[in-house]
């Protein structure tokens, strides 16, 4: 079975964001980037399933401008066998996204599609769905746990107040939530090697996908700041406190 | 404009983040008309109907919509939605599972977690885990749009008395079936629920450890909570998390104790009215948040406050 890993490139999720003076967007001149951390995670899986023998290829994709050959080189030193870069202008909304990566599934045929759940940037958690819709396939999404059986993916969930297992048949979209793996470091060997592994660029043309955004940012600003209050210096004091002036136990 | 609206339930009653969600349908203003899609929905459906300002009850009751395994029914929404303006449901783990898959299958963007309304076609939503906030206006002909519920005021359950239709129309898209699940039985409020939260972090050390926080929460009838680090350490399980990529929670009381207040986990509970924070770093960026800090040593103060309280 192949694997098609779809990752993000963002802003790393150490970098502190600040919001541009004009209140355009947030400033992301010189900061660093890096491969979505549920895409590491969807990286991870795909890798996983080919060292076990259930997937016998792992192809990596990006939607992005051409900096975005970066996380698919990380993919490939993570274990990735081939990368596909879908160039446009910037980032291009969800549904476009989900749109491109249909036409590369229709080219590649892969027995699983395997997202992050969502990005650290826009935080949407959209793209995996919209696709798995698009291509008419079952999803697991927020997946803890994955298992191949045959024809048939099993996916366990995280939903809110426990787990949910289903069952997908393949070809399937799973998208991946925190607890699904621990993700590997690149080994300098593999980094090498991965800058030999092969690295194909399609357009949204040659896809036959015409990349529309239907969504305008009016204006970006932070977070309206929450005024810190007093420290208490006992347990006896922070009761008090509770009980006569918050009033709330 | 019209609003379709898409109830959380689980057949036998609404999840009260419904009542929220329909106050951000009556910002937005117009018709509402809510859909309850299950299996055995009647009762769900009868609770829908009596919510104020719902003009008109959708009811699909068919054994594929059971499991609101979203390959079902999102069809079912998006033929649903012909002759709306806007669909509309929580931003829970639910819809964000399905409502992607309406807005594709409508050919649409879709707007996530938003947490105030500007107009019929702006909304403000947070981003890069709450550390900026969007506002964004969608030229889409329907606006697809999950809906923070803490952001918004609950309505009333009852004052509305709209007229329940059956939707006769079952999907079976035949690709996904539901084996099992474990929804973990709470003697406690549901933590999105819930007056009171007690959360962990990574300071409390160990999974085991969690159990001091049992008595304070018992006290407090609180649900519990824990930071992504503590559940990223394995301490607990994921459905505790709170925070931008876990559950945004907004209650009277949040005693945050051995946490530092990643700004990721700030995002999911700086909106609580009252904030305490337990942390044996003065320096942790919690107490910048918090209403009371408590700079104590998280295993000696626990049992203290549970003894005092």
């Known amino acids: 079975m192949k694997v098609l890993v779809a990752i993000k490139r963002v802003i790393d999720y150490n970098v502190k964001v600040r919001v541009k003076a004009d209140h355009s967007d947030v400033d992301l001149t010189n900061v660093k980037m890096a491969v979505n951390p549920f895409c590491e995670i969807a990286i991870e899986e795909a890798v996983r399933l080919k060292e076990s023998g259930q997937a016998t290829e792992v192809v990596a994709v990006a939607v992005g401008p051409t900096q975005c050959q970066e996380q698919l080189r990380t993919a490939l030193a993570l274990g990735a066998d081939r990368a596909i870069l879908v160039e446009t202008d910037g980032f291009p909304q969800p549904l476009s996204v989900a749109k491109l990566l249909k036409g590369v599934y229709d080219q590649e045929q892969p027995g699983l599609v395997i997202f992050g759940k969502q990005s650290i940037d826009a935080d949407n958690n959209q793209t995996g769905q919209m696709f798995a819709a698009l291509a008419g396939l079952g999803q697991g999404t927020f997946a803890s746990k994955v298992e191949i059986a045959g024809d048939t993916v099993n996916v366990t969930r995280e939903v809110d107040g426990g787990l949910q297992t289903v069952a997908l048949k393949a070809p399937a979209v799973v998208t991946t939530d925190l607890r699904l793996n621990e993700p590997r470091y690149a080994s300098l060997p593999n980094i090498m090697k991965a800058k030999k592994k092969p690295l194909d660029t399609l357009t949204p043309e040659a896809l036959g996908v015409e990349v529309k955004a239907t969504i305008e940012t009016l204006r970006v600003e932070p977070p309206a700041e929450r005024q810190g209050g007093i420290k208490v210096d006992s347990v006896e004091a922070l009761v008090d406190k509770l009980k006569n002036e918050a009033k709330v136990i | ?309």
Do not use: W
Request: hydrophobic share 50%; charged share 15%.
């Open chain 2, 1 to 309: 404009m019209s609003i379709l609206l898409v109830a959380e339930h689980n057949n036998a009653a609404l999840n009260p983040v419904t009542l929220n969600v329909v106050a951000a349908a009556q910002a937005i203003g117009g018709d509402i008309t809510v859909l309850v899609a299950g299996e055995g929905c009647g009762a769900a459906a009868g609770a829908a109907a009596a919510l104020p300002g719902v003009s008109k009850v959708l009811c699909a009751d068919a054994a594929v919509y059971g499991k609101q395994l979203a390959e079902n029914v999102a069809p079912l929404i998006a033929e649903a939605a012909a002759g709306h303006s806007h669909v509309l449901s929580a931003h829970s783990t639910n819809g964000k599972n399905t409502m992607p898959r309406v807005a594709a299958l409508l050919d649409v963007n879709m707007v996530s977690d938003i947490i105030s309304v500007e107009s019929e076609d702006t909304f403000k939503r947070p981003f890069y885990a709450g550390n900026a906030i969007a506002t964004v206006k969608s030229s889409d002909a329907v606006k697809v749009v999950t809906v923070r519920h803490t952001a918004f005021d609950p309505v009333a359950t009852t004052g509305g008395s709209a007229a329940v239709e059956a939707l006769g129309s079952a999907h079976d898209a035949g690709v996904s079936s539901f084996v099992n699940e474990e929804i973990v039985k709470l003697d406690r409020p549901e933590l999105t629920a819930a007056r009171v939260v007690v959360s962990g972090g990574r300071g409390m050390g160990s999974g085991e450890n969690f159990k001091i926080l049992e008595g304070v929460a018992d006290k407090l009838n609180a649900a519990m909570g824990a930071s992504r680090a503590a559940v990223d350490a394995g301490f607990v399980p994921n459905d505790m998390q709170v925070g931008q990529t876990g559950k945004i929670v907004a209650p009277e009381l949040y005693i945050a104790v051995g946490i530092s207040g990643a700004i990721q986990h700030l995002a999911g509970m700086k909106d609580s009215k009252v904030i305490v924070a337990i942390n044996k770093d003065e320096d942790a960026p919690i107490f910048q948040v918090a209403d009371y800090g408590l700079v104590a040593d998280l295993f000696q103060a626990v049992p203290e406050l549970e003894g005092q309280i």
